[in-house]
């Protein structure tokens, strides 16, 4: 994601036209991971019933809802251009396009550190897989912390 950033360094490029090609691609990857979460939240099912499960079952909604507002963010910013006097062209707005890409990031990365915990516990529920990424996960989901610190746990995890 840095080099991404880094394309739009810019201010040429900071057109939100330019800014959009870059929001879509990460609408679709938090996509396609929000249906991984929807197959695995359903073999969880069973772990969850049985009171064996640490991954809390309405996380799959905040990846949901985070789906839902990438897909809005990943409308063209370039219709919110506007002229703001007789002698300007046109305003590009050129902060807006960083904010939206900024928050597409981590919207897109607190999806997938969702997708990574739910992966985590059905690979090894027990925790004790030679992977260095699933303890670290099983540590975070045994820690008994709130849904909210768990995925900025991961995301941080994930994002770096």
């Known amino acids: 994601m840095r080099s991404v950033a880094m394309a739009f360094y810019s201010p040429a490029r900071l057109h939100p036209a330019h800014v959009h090609r870059t929001l879509d691609p990460l609408a679709h990857v938090a996509s396609a991971s929000e249906r991984r979460i929807s197959a695995l939240s359903e073999l969880a099912r069973p772990d969850r019933a049985a009171g064996t499960s ?5 996380l799959w909604y905040s990846a949901a809802a985070n789906l839902a507002e990438l897909r809005q963010l990943a409308h063209p910013a370039s ?14 707005y050129a902060p807006l396009p960083l904010q939206l890409l900024q928050r597409s990031r981590a919207l897109t990365l607190e999806v997938l550190a969702i997708e990574a915990l739910h992966a985590a516990q059905l690979l090894d529920p027990a925790g004790r897989s030679a992977t260095s990424l699933v303890p670290v996960l099983h540590g975070f989901v045994n820690a008994n912390l709130p849904a909210s610190v768990l995925v900025d746990l991961t995301t941080a995890l994930i994002g770096s």
Request: glycine share 16%; no cysteine.
């Open 54 to 58: 640490s991954i809390p079952g309405l």
């Open 79 to 92: 219709v919110a251009g506007a002229a703001l006097s007789g002698v300007e062209d046109q305003a590009s």
